[in-house]
Structure formats: C-alpha cells, structure tokens
C-alpha cells in the first residue's frame, strides 16, 4: 500500500524558519519526482515547489521563490521543504505528493502527481 506522510507543521511567527518532511512508502519513490501544495481557507490548492527524481531538476512557485527550499533524499524516500522568512500569507495546509511520472522531471501540474499526504497545517503568525 502507497503511503505519503507529511510531519513538521505548525504555529511560527513571521519571520520564523519551519522544516516539512514527507515520507513515502509502498514504491520505490526514488525513481520518481515529488512535489509540495498547499491550500489556504477558501482557496483552491497551489503549487509550492516540486523536484525531479534525482534532484537535478527544481520548480517554485513564485510566491515562495528565494524563500523556500526543496530537497530529496532518494536512499530515505523522503522529501523536505526548508521554508524561512515566513509570512502571514505563507499559512495554510501543506501537502506533500508523488509524481506519476519514472525518472520524471519536476512539475508544477497536480495532475502529475497521483499520491497525496493527509496534509499539515502551517499558521504563521503576523
């Protein structure tokens, strides 16, 4: 059985640094991207970074980029997203997701991921 588990959210203040990791399981997600959303209250999920199989590809959406950091740890299956300089807008549900895709590249599109986390809450206080 597929398993994607994210770990790592929480309550910070703005300017704080927070660490999500993912871990997945029931396929060998070394040989495949992953990739990290997030949904906000009344908003529709969107993208917030994404990494090829072996790490040599990466992709940020633009409200994250130079800010957040997305990594992959292939003899682990796990992924981690390093976000400092938190702010307000940065709040939401984080999910982690795995890419369809063998040795594919990193994308932005959700349907390029078919296994999906539970999600865990960021709220970044102001």
């Known amino acids: 059985q597929v398993q994607v588990v994210e770990s790592g959210g929480g309550l910070v203040q703005a300017g704080d640094s927070l660490r999500l990791s993912c871990t997945a399981s029931?396929?060998?997600?070394?040989?495949?991207?992953m990739g990290w959303f997030r949904q906000a209250p009344g908003k529709e999920r969107e993208f917030v970074a994404a990494i090829g199989w072996s790490g040599g590809t990466k992709r940020y959406g633009d409200s994250v980029k130079g800010r957040f950091t997305i990594s992959k740890d292939n003899a682990k299956n796990t992924s981690s997203l390093q976000m400092n300089s938190l702010k307000p807008e940065d709040t939401a549900v984080y999910y982690c997701?795995?890419?369809?895709?063998?040795?594919?590249?990193?994308?932005?599109?959700?349907?390029?991921?078919?296994?999906w986390g539970q999600g865990t809450q960021v709220t970044v206080a102001s």
């Open positions: 997701a795995a890419g369809r895709s063998l040795y594919g590249r990193a994308t932005t599109r959700r349907d390029d991921y078919d296994y």
């Open positions: 029931g396929r060998t997600f070394s040989r495949y991207p």
